[in-house]
């Protein structure tokens, strides 16, 4: 039987990757110590490890395919194909940013500040790049961890990823600027994605996977709708196209049903019950395929 083998992140980021999986289908079990996780696909065979790592294998053709942000396919100079956007991460669904920071009572505003000035980061051929594109020389130090905390008495600034920008605050850090934003990417060897069987299984995985984070911000909602207030309800009903609109049996109403943002529901569903729809139901959704 034919294989795909898929790297996906371990540590801070795998327990919001499995849920997507599983949210696309698929199961995913793995023992805390272990590197291979069992998923109840055949064909695919998982392994677990940093997401820093998986591009550089995913380049080499140890891996076929990976999850892994696009910060650190740069960082690799990894010359792999990206097959899809994936934009979750640990905390929220939004793209994550690196950025440039400096403590609070710094003399540093810009990046021209960084002039000669030492720099510590997971990310240093990211940083050296984007330093060069501004005419800036500093001296960019590989961080090992605990970035954060190594300025002012360290270094004189950090380049580092941030979701939601909490952590450098809490360390008294403030942000100069954002060298990249990125996002997970599934992402392929090139000689894999040429194999007929491995892309089809790949642009399989990644129509799943795009559908389930599609389905993450909108709900269902359904309702039943007195015939003569039909017009009514609709005007005020959004839809990805049209709803649905179903005769119920022996009566002269209708069930409507539709896909809308989440947020939306929550402001819509008074004005449809005000314009006559009744036994609304909201429900949640696995994935949402165009």
């Known amino acids: 039987m034919s294989k795909l083998r898929l790297g996906l992140p371990k540590g801070s980021l795998q327990e919001a990757t499995f849920l997507l999986f599983k949210r696309a289908g698929f199961n995913i079990s793995v023992n805390s110590r272990s590197y291979f996780p069992a998923i109840d696909d055949p064909e695919l065979e998982v392994v677990l490890m940093r997401a820093q790592e998986i591009p550089r294998y995913v380049n080499e053709g140890v891996l076929d395919a990976g999850l892994s942000g696009l910060?650190?396919?740069?960082?690799?100079?990894?010359?792999?194909?990206?097959?899809?956007?994936?934009?979750?991460?640990?905390?929220?669904?939004?793209?994550?940013?690196?950025?440039?920071?400096?403590?609070?009572?710094?003399?540093?505003?810009?990046?021209?500040?960084?002039?000669?000035?030492?720099?510590?980061?997971?990310l240093v051929r990211v940083t050296r790049k984007y330093l060069e594109e501004n005419d800036v020389g500093a001296m960019v130090e590989f961080?090992?961890?605990?970035?954060?905390?190594?300025?002012?008495?360290?270094?004189?600034?950090?380049?580092d990823l941030t979701e939601t920008g909490s952590s450098?605050?809490?360390?008294?850090?403030?942000?100069?600027?954002?060298?990249?934003?990125?996002?997970?990417?599934?992402h392929a060897n090139k000689k894999s994605w040429a194999d007929p069987w491995k892309r089809e299984k790949l642009e399989n995985l990644s129509v799943l996977l795009q559908g389930a984070l599609r389905a993450d911000s909108q709900v269902g909602l359904k309702m039943n709708v007195p015939g003569d207030k039909i017009k009514d309800v609709l005007s005020v009903?959004?839809?990805?196209?049209?709803?649905?609109?179903?005769?119920?049996?022996?009566?002269?109403?209708?069930a409507i049903e539709t896909v809308l943002d989440e947020r939306t529901a929550r402001?819509?569903?008074?004005?449809?019950?005000?314009?006559?729809?009744?036994?609304?139901?909201?429900?949640?959704?696995?994935?949402v395929i165009p």
Do not use: C
């Open 168 to 186: 450098l605050k809490a360390n008294n850090l403030r942000i100069i600027a954002t060298i990249l934003t990125s996002n997970t990417k599934l």
């Open 71 to 122: 910060d650190w396919i740069l960082e690799n100079d990894a010359d792999v194909v990206e097959v899809a956007d994936l934009v979750y991460s640990k905390q929220t669904n939004n793209p994550i940013r690196l950025v440039l920071a400096v403590a609070n009572d710094s003399g540093i505003k810009t990046v021209k500040d960084l002039q000669g000035k030492r720099i510590a980061t997971e």
């Open 267 to 287: 402001d819509l569903i008074p004005s449809l019950r005000k314009k006559g729809a009744q036994d609304i139901i909201e429900f949640p959704l696995n994935k």
């Open 237 to 254: 009903l959004p839809a990805m196209k049209h709803p649905t609109v179903s005769q119920l049996f022996n009566s002269d109403w209708v």
């Open 143 to 159: 961080s090992y961890g605990a970035t954060e905390v190594k300025v002012p008495d360290l270094v004189d600034a950090i380049a």
